[in-house]
């Protein structure tokens, strides 16, 4: 298993940046997700669950079309919680496709810096598992590093949806 | 997913302002959207059983991860 993991500080409020990660998809930065839809939300004690189905879109290099087929959309399974008293977003998502091999789960976790509140530290940890192949460990090496690749992406298309938000533009 | 993309616009304007406006400022009552709610996700779980996906056990938040190794402790 691979173990992967960043940290990012946002110059805006947690309460923005919350809301951008709501309208993170789709935008221009990372086209390999084609969109999330919401299977299930509900407020819970006051925080808010959703349960939401990640579809992605990849071109695959040709060792995985020989493991996994042409097949290029991919399901992902991704619950999150809302605590607003402790201003934090907590995801936490695995693949669906791609299965029994590799297993990919990443927990992401917006909440204030911590010596500035007006500031929104994002802690991303990505778990790559690839098991019963032949390779596995450099298989692990190019998911992760891929991985790595689409973060960067990710924190790029919040400040985008943003900047956005700020323009009032419609999402 | 495309085919419910209309009804998932209107739901998510909806959550937009109702996060924004009423949960973000102590509000549990999500009773403005859950209609749209219902309807959105009721074609996703149509969709998705026409198109066989699986969610699985994939269990949130839990410190087991379905295979058999050892997790990870957080940091």
Redesign the interface.
Known sequence: MKIWTVQHTFNYPWETVVQAAWNKYPNPMNTAVLGIDVIDRQVINGELHSHRLVTTRWTLPNWACALMGPISTFYASEYSKVNRDRRQLKLDSQNLSMGPFVIVREKLTYKPHPDDPQKTLLKQTAYVTVEGLPCSGYIENILTSKISGNAAKGRQAIEWVIEKLQHKQPL | ?DE?KSL?NK??KC??VW??DK??K?S?D?SVCSEL?KN??SC??KV?KEKD????E?R??SPK???N?E??K??
Not at chain 2, 53 to 56: A, L, P, V
């Open positions: 997913m419910c998932k739901y998510d959550f937009n996060f924004r949960f973000l102590g549990n999500d709610l959105y996700t996703v779980k998705m996906i699986d969610i699985g994939f949130p938040f991860i379905s295979f190794y997790p990870p957080d940091k």
